[in-house]
């Protein structure tokens, strides 16, 4: 990991390579630990990989590079001698929709054994070990992250490539901004609205239980309230083990090892459950039919069938971009976090560290090395590391280094197919990435409208899971970025302004899926909008005013 | 008339409390830039023009070649009843012989406005006051800021810290919102929490100081680290010895690794956290 301060003190940037390097700051709202900077760039790079050529497209995958500890990245094109395979598998892709046999495989295979891995993983207490077993453990830990962090992103293409495929063709037929059409989308998409069945079997065992509500609404401390939810006899309390095995261990923003899980912000997890016992069992919203055929009306006749096999395609494949995250290394950091957070609490006790999540500042060779008692690096390095990733966000570094952005050579030249999957990915990713190129002025934040409708509440700027706390009912949320494991505390919110991503991005499709107004992409929300302050998001423009 | 080392000021009615502490300290061999004591006798005959008190200070002031610091110690002042604190000026960065007599003077008159004035008469100090000073090295602080040996509003017994970039002013006069350390008085640290501390007082080099804009994210980086907790500590844990365990409100600096005691005084019935202190 590269890091350099000026004389100043301030820190610099520079280009890890040559090319261009993008910053990922829609990911990653703050610096890498340098734990996760070891293990996410190959595990990512090898999963991306996997994809991209399974799916036939001329890039062999994403060198992520650490820069001061934020993430920048450059995109790999693929070897001239793999081209020729390389189209004919985008033909084989194309016409077998690839993607829906990888979803068959993520719904029956990958999901499940990924699931069956994470909870005997986490089976295991490891504060309860020998120091021996604590540290096979972590190994354990360590190499199941790896290969989560890998899974994760051997499904980015099916993931994208039909939503980015949809995208591209209905603005190229209609010429209407992404915006006026992604919420035809919405509803495909459950667990980005908090949805799942686990949680619905407890809401509805609660419903049905008024001691487990009254246990629900007392005054006691949340991390109490939750296990005694699951000491219930009966549906209550298996109701409640099967929703909190899976949750519990959810990183809360990021997918950084170093970030709180939820079971850390027990008053997070439980403002949630309570949210959502109040609301009873969520109903999808269906997108009226009035409103696609709307859209299908502005598509020249000649394409009306090909939108029609798009738009299914995209609903289809949907909910794959946040459950990829959300059951594999969303949930695989967390558990291997609790087993270092067990360590990190034996060093402490030994005056061999100050804090236990300190341990999260080694990569893991020094973690290797201390657990065979290396004495360095020493607590007060630790300390440091610890301090400087948290005074960094991502909006500190440059948006990119090295070359100036260029846009991507013409498609002309592809096959059918491989020139139809790089533009599906091309679209997806800038919608993924792309902040709004609105300009913000005095009472007016500007940004790119995600999701329609009105909202006027109390702005509540969230920095990170520390202050999930502060979050109540009706606010706005106004914060860097989101990411999948930002769920749980979204039925709370009325509406989303984020500072980064695009149409795409995690924020940006959970507020299409709650239904509530959304605007992401803001560059300088977070700075402009005061906390507590009254604000009135419309999603539809894409402008906040301050009221 | 009296002009004294710092470390030989001992009577506080000559050359006030700042510099007697000061002396104090520097006997005990607590880190104290080196210095010297002005009486306030000595001071007002500076004021008034005394052609030999002039050439004394002329002498003096050529020895001190390098950045001073030029401090009021005001008879009476920093008391156990009063801290006077932010009534007197303070010169900092002063080069040469001219503008040390001038910033003497600047500080002499300090004592004479009218807040100052009627600070003296509510506090039933008098008002006329008499102002001694002390010309000190400057320290070129990366860090600076204070700390108190308890917990200055609620009493607890525990130490905080107050800390900011560059030197202390910005802390002292509330300029930004400094990190805020606690610890036991056995130097565990119990909590760090970073301020936003976007100016940094720094020394011209012609003489002066100005407010250096900091940007992100340095203004939002603990500016102490483990380390640095520890040096203060027994920074704090020297002064008990040498003081008593009254409890001690102190002014220090680092320049690179190297902690300096500023100031020390008994910490008074008036609280003297910076304005921005979350703890009020």
């Not at chain 1, 962090?149 to 939503?163: I, R, W, Y």
């Not at chain 2, 002039?54 to 009021?72: N, P, T, Y």
């Not at chain 2, 602080?141 to 900011?164: K, W």
Request: with cysteine; proline share 6%.
């Amino acid at each position: 990991m590269s890091s350099a301060t000026a004389s100043d003190g301030q820190l610099t940037f520079e280009a890890p390579g040559p090319g261009t390097w993008l910053l990922d700051s829609v990911h990653m709202p703050r610096p890498f630990t340098r734990f996760q900077a070891a293990i996410h760039p190959p595990a990512l790079y090898a999963g991306f990989n996997e994809g991209l050529k399974r799916y036939g497209l001329i890039l062999d995958g994403l060198d992520y590079k650490m820069v001061n500890g934020l993430a920048y990245f450059a995109l790999v094109p693929a070897p001239d001698s793999d081209v020729p395979g390389r189209f004919a598998a985008a033909e084989k892709a194309v016409a077998e929709k690839l993607w829906r046999s990888d979803l068959q495989r993520w719904d029956a295979e990958v999901k499940p054994a990924a699931i069956r891995q994470h909870l005997a993983l986490q089976s295991v207490e490891p504060a309860t070990l020998s120091d021996e077993d604590l540290a096979r453990h972590i190994e354990r830990c360590i190499e199941h992250l790896t290969r989560m962090v890998k899974q994760h992103h051997a499904f980015n293409m099916a993931a994208m490539l039909p939503v980015g495929d949809f995208i591209a063709s209905v603005s190229q037929w209609t010429g209407l901004p992404p915006s006026a059409f992604m919420p035809v989308l919405r509803g495909f998409s459950p667990e980005s609205a908090g949805h799942m069945k686990e949680l619905d079997g407890l809401v509805a065992a609660i419903h049905a239980n008024p001691k487990s509500q009254a246990l629900l609404s007392s005054d006691a401390p949340a991390r109490q309230i939750l296990a005694s939810l699951r000491g219930e006899p009966g549906e209550v309390g298996s109701a409640a083990s099967a929703y909190l095995d899976i949750v519990s261990y959810r990183l809360l923003d990021s997918l950084d090892t170093g970030d709180a899980t939820a079971i850390e912000m027990p008053e997070v997890l439980l403002n949630g459950l309570r949210v959502a016992v109040e609301k009873g069992t969520m109903v999808l919203e269906n997108v009226p039919a009035s409103e696609v055929a709307t859209l299908r009306a502005r598509v020249p006749a000649e394409h009306q069938p090909a939108f029609d096999e798009l738009l299914a395609e995209a609903c289809h494949m949907s909910r794959l971009r946040d459950e990829r995250g959300l059951y594999s290394d969303v949930w695989a950091a967390g558990i291997a976090r609790h087993a270092l957070l067990a360590y990190g609490a034996r060093l402490v006790a030994i005056g061999r560290l100050h804090e236990p999540a300190h341990v999260i500042e080694c990569d893991p060779t020094e973690i290797r090395a201390l657990l065979s008692g290396a004495a360095n690096p020493d607590a007060d390095e630790l300390a440091e590391r610890a301090d400087e990733r948290a005074s960094l966000r991502a909006s500190d570094g440059p948006p990119f280094l090295g070359d100036p952005p260029h846009p991507p050579p013409p498609l002309d030249g592809l096959p059918p197919a491989a020139a139809r999957l790089m533009r599906a990915l091309g679209t997806a990713v800038d919608a993924l990435f792309a902040p709004s190129h609105a300009v913000s002025d005095a009472g007016t934040v500007r940004g790119t409208g995600a999701s329609p409708g009105l909202y006027t509440g109390t702005a509540r700027l969230v920095s990170g899971p520390a202050e999930f706390g502060r979050l109540q009912r009706g606010d706005v949320l106004v914060t860097s970025t989101t990411t999948e494991a930002f769920n749980i505390v979204l039925p709370m919110i009325s509406a989303l302004v984020t500072d980064t991503g695009g149409l795409l991005s995690h924020a940006a499709i959970v507020s299409r899926e709650f239904g509530i107004p959304g605007v992401v992409g803001c560059k300088d929300a977070t700075t402009r909008i005061a906390d507590g302050s009254r604000v009135t998001v419309n999603g539809t423009t894409g402008e906040i005013k301050l009221v | 008339m009296d002009a004294v080392l710092l470390r030989d000021a001992i009577d506080a009615n000559v050359f006030g409390g700042k510099a007697v502490q000061l002396g104090a300290a520097l006997r005990a061999g607590l880190p104290v830039p080196d210095g010297i004591a002005l009486s306030a006798c000595f001071v007002n005959a500076l004021v008034s023009g005394n052609n030999a008190a002039r050439c004394a200070f002329k002498d003096i002031a050529e020895q001190m070649d390098g950045a001073l610091a030029v401090r009021s110690s005001a008879i009476g002042e920093d008391s156990k009843d009063a801290s006077f604190a932010g009534q007197h000026a303070t010169k900092l960065n002063v080069h040469g012989i001219e503008p040390a007599l001038f910033a003497v003077i600047e500080v002499w008159k300090s004592g004479r406005t009218e807040t100052a004035v009627a600070y003296r008469e509510r506090m039933g100090a008098g008002s006329e006051p008499q102002v001694a000073v002390v010309l000190q090295r400057l320290v070129q602080a990366d860090i600076a800021g204070v700390l108190f040996s308890c917990h200055p509003v609620t009493g607890a017994d525990e130490i905080i810290i107050e800390a900011g970039w560059g030197l202390g002013e910005s802390v002292v006069q509330g300029m930004i919102i400094p990190d805020s350390y606690r610890m036991t008085r056995t130097g565990v640290v119990l909590e760090r929490v970073a301020g936003s501390k976007d100016i940094a007082i720094r020394k011209l080099p012609n003489g002066g100081t100005w407010q250096e804009p900091v940007a992100l994210p340095l203004a939002r980086r603990l500016c102490l680290g483990y380390p640095q907790l520890r040096s203060l500590h027994e920074l704090v844990t020297h002064c008990d010895k040498t003081f008593g365990v009254e409890p001690h409100d102190l002014e220090w600096a680092f320049q690179g690794s190297q902690v300096f005691l500023l100031q020390r005084r008994p910490i008074t019935r008036i609280g003297r956290l910076s304005k921005n202190c979350a703890l009020r």
